[in-house]
């Protein structure tokens, strides 16, 4: 997400941000561009207005024409406004409360309230050690209240057993049952609904008052076009909101309804859904999506993910190995592979370097996921011996290996290319005790802290194989 | 395809119309507090009127690019002076759009159930949450008030409880549901399925798949299977591939379109949430770039809240000022 808009707003403030010179000429059409990138990427057309008001306002004064580098500062301003329509710092989930703590959860069908309650329960439990009661107050949608179900068990949460209820009844007693359990928090799920069915809009202020939730979060699908703000509008009237939950974001969408919903409701994106898998649910920080939208790369949030998911026994074994001269082999590179995958695979991790919105478009699209799971399966078609001395794998072996793994002999052969020259990447890292002349094509100014914020493993291979792909494009094989 | 009953037989028939007549109501009265302000015959045509028009495509997701050729193309005939007034203007520019659609507001054309000798198969696919699986039991009670016999295929695997779900539809349209237990390979189930409906000789087949982000490679490959292994029993299945379009979403809905039709060949489009206040403009930007036929539209949760597409409905649906957007 994100890419896109990223992608046209740096190309068509590039320029200014060379040219030192600025007209009123050329700050129309960098503004004509923005417009035009704010439109594609979803942005409501009152807010896009608005915003571009703002920055134009700001460019014309003083602390941009006066500025040494007025280019520079005409970025800044719109870093600046983006920040600020997506509110200046991310509100965390209001933590320090009473049990047992009502949650509840609005929006539109199809938005992902549902899964977006099981992220929730698995988010306290994992983070912050709290336990939720999951209850569903959507009597309507066929299977609903068992879908929760599942999803509770999934993610090992207390579920509260529905019964013959209405719906403004279950939130009552499953805050009831929420108590008595010594709960700390109780997630309510609620149908899906209209913003214009006014019945409806008058149930959920009815759950909203009778529970007077610690949190209201409206649930956003990040695809949602122009009409994000009426929705929204709807909802934060219906509903005291403290927050929003930004869906689906794990897609292309260029995420616009994101900076829509918060013009609207003025409440902060508090998370971002990526994925059906229950611990898609990332905290949302605008001022790192605003540097992604600008080009200049979330590499925060990149080094929070490798910190929580790269396995740093692994890694630092890998160390280890690497500084007593040891072979890398393919065990390793299998631990590489699965790594990052674990991250969300190179797009994932490519996105949110810095210097990617200056790739030519499509060169994302090119990235091939698949390789990784080629790799990973040609590797576990080895034998623990042949993982540890590739120099054995011949012909017959090839054949067998290809064979057990569903790939060709070609695919057998690229592992084993890959795995050597990994072997040889690590060799030159020992000998130049660093990194950075391996991340060409990066920005290097960004990286030193990046790299000594990661542990070893991340940086190793995984982080610089998107770094050498910005460089080479669409020439490897990866990206045709 | 069945035409949509005329008369509703149950006892929500009251609840549809007056739901209909709301829904009617409110789109008159956008238009008489927005377009039909503006277009007041007699308003002077100047850019400011073109702006709002330009607004008002914007507004209901028709995306940049249609947007800006459709107001250049009034701005022409405004300098030849071919636009007397606010009414000439609306007339132009309703007739530019109902055209656009007009090529693809086409049904999907099933044989009568006597001259079906094996079962007209529709795989429904989309991404997570446009409505795949209601839409589908809304298709289901069409086809069975048209007289076909109908079998479900709950080829959603993955999502908690999405079986059930569609064992609910299946009950309340008193037809069967092939099913397989959770995580089951969804192209068995529909493999099976398949094979089950053609046993029973029944005359459609609707299958259910998981909702998936078109960006999941892995997971199109998947969908790309189901569509293969349907074809090995019957070479012509599926005889209809349903992509279901959320019409709230925006410009994403086209490559959507674009990605679900590189991996199974969508050869038509169902647009659902129509009944809120998304106008679906970026079906003018899947119209033009894929031309995929678009047969039905949702506009709510009732059983026959499903519709033939009609493309002057829509642009008139869509030109109604969307409220609170200006």
């Known amino acids: 997400m994100f890419e896109a808009i990223s992608e046209r707003l740096s190309r068509s403030l590039g320029k200014l941000r060379r040219g030192a010179r600025l007209s009123e000429e050329n700050i129309g059409d960098a ?99 709290r336990k939720a009661l999951l209850a569903s107050c959507d009597v309507y949608r066929p299977a609903a209240i068992e879908q929760l179900r599942v999803l509770a068990a999934e993610v090992d949460a207390p579920f509260f057993e529905t019964g013959e209820r209405a719906p403004v009844e279950i939130a009552r007693a499953a805050v009831a049952e929420a108590r008595r359990r010594f709960v700390d928090f109780v997630i309510l799920d609620t149908a899906g609904r209209l913003h214009v069915d006014d019945e409806m809009m008058r149930e959920a202020s009815a759950i909203h008052a009778a529970v007077s939730p610690v949190e209201t979060l409206f649930v956003a699908d990040a695809m949602t076009g ?20 930004l869906t689906k974001a794990d897609g292309d969408a260029r995420g616009g309804a994101a900076l829509s919903v918060r013009w609207v409701t003025g409440k902060p994106v508090k998370f971002l859904g990526t994925g059906e898998k229950l611990d898609g649910l990332e905290a949302f920080h605008p001022d790192r999506i605003a540097s992604r939208i600008l080009g200049m790369g979330d590499v925060l949030t990149l080094i929070e993910e490798a910190e929580r998911k790269v396995d740093r026994d692994k890694a630092e074994k890998l160390a280890r190995k690497m500084g007593a001269g040891k072979r890398f082999d393919l065990e390793d590179l299998r631990d590489q592979v699965r790594q990052m995958r674990g991250m969300g695979g190179v797009r994932s991790v490519m996105e949110r370097l810095p210097g990617m919105a200056q790739l ?53 052969n690229r592992v084993l290319k890959q795995a050597d020259q990994m072997q040889k990447m690590m060799r030159r890292m020992r000998r130049k005790g660093g990194l950075s002349q391996m991340m060409g094509g990066v920005d290097p100014d960004g990286l030193p802290d990046l790299l000594s914020g990661m542990p070893p493993g991340a940086v190793g291979p995984g982080a610089a194989g998107p770094g050498r792909a910005a460089r080479r494009g669409g020439k490897r094989r990866r990206f045709s | 395809m069945p035409p949509a009953p005329d008369r509703p037989t149950d006892a929500r028939r009251a609840g549809i119309l007056g739901r209909l007549r709301t829904a009617l109501r409110r789109t008159r009265e956008n238009l008489s507090s927005g377009l039909a302000d503006l277009f007041s015959r007699g308003r002077k045509i100047d850019a400011a009127l073109i702006d709002e028009v330009e607004e008002i495509l914007l ?25 007397a007034d606010g009414p000439a203007v609306l007339e132009a520019l309703r007739e530019h759009m109902v055209q656009a659609l007009e090529a693809v507001a086409r049904s999907c054309e099933v044989p009568p159930p006597a001259a079906l000798e094996r079962p007209f198969v529709v795989l429904v696919v989309g991404v997570n949450g446009v409505g795949k699986t209601t839409t589908i039991g809304k298709l289901a009670h069409r086809f069975r008030e048209g007289g076909y016999s109908v079998v479900l295929a709950a080829g959603d695997t993955f999502r908690a409880a999405a079986i059930d779900q569609l064992q609910v539809w299946g009950k309340r349209n008193g037809v069967p549901v092939i099913a397989q237990q959770p995580g089951a390979d969804p192209a068995a189930v529909v493999f099976d399925a398949l094979r089950s409906a053609t046993a029973r000789s029944a005359n459609v087949l609707i ?17 790309a299977k189901v569509r293969r292994v349907l074809g090995r029993i019957d070479p012509a299945a599926p005889h209809e591939t349903l992509l279901v379009l959320d019409a709230t979403t925006g410009q994403n809905g086209l490559i959507q379109a674009r990605r679900f039709t590189e991996a199974v060949r969508v050869s038509g489009l169902a647009v659902t949430k129509l009944d809120g206040t998304a106008r679906g403009g970026v079906l003018f930007a899947i119209a033009r770039e894929l031309a995929i036929p678009i047969r039905y539209i949702g506009v709510g949760e009732g059983i026959e809240d499903l519709r033939d597409f009609v493309a002057a409905d829509f642009v008139d649906a869509l030109l109604a000022r969307p409220p609170g957007n200006g």
């Open chain 2, 59 to 83: 507004g209901a997701d028709v995306g940049v690019d249609l947007a800006d050729r459709i107001v250049a193309d009034l701005h022409d005939r405004l300098k030849r002076r071919r636009l």
């Open chain 2, 207 to 223: 299958a259910d798949t998981a909702g998936r982000l078109h960006t999941r490679t892995g997971l199109m490959d998947e969908l």
């Open chain 1, 31 to 129: 503004l004509r561009e923005v417009r035009r990138a704010l439109l594609e990427a979803d942005v409501a057309l009152p807010v896009t207005r608005e915003f571009l008001d703002r920055v134009r306002a700001r460019a014309v004064g003083q602390e941009v024409l006066k500025s040494l580098t007025p280019g520079q500062a005409l970025v800044g301003v719109v870093h600046d406004e983006l920040v600020r329509l997506m509110a200046a710092e991310h509100g965390g989930l209001a933590l320090n409360v009473p049990p047992p703590a009502p949650l509840l959860v609005a929006g539109l069908q199809g938005s992902g309230k549902t899964t977006t309650c099981a992220k929730l329960a698995r988010w306290l439990g994992e983070r912050h050690g």
């Open chain 1, 226 to 245: 122009q009409d994000a703000v009426n929705v929204a509008r709807a909802f934060d009237e219906a509903l005291p909101l403290t927050g929003v939950v």
């Open chain 1, 360 to 412: 030519p478009s499509g060169a994302m699209d090119r990235v091939d996921e698949r390789e990784f799971v080629r790799t990973e399966a040609v590797i576990n078609s080895m034998t623990p011996h042949e993982r540890r001395q590739p120099q054995v794998i011949r012909g017959s072996r090839k054949r067998r290996i290809a064979a057990g793994s569903g790939t060709t002999i070609q695919d057998v």
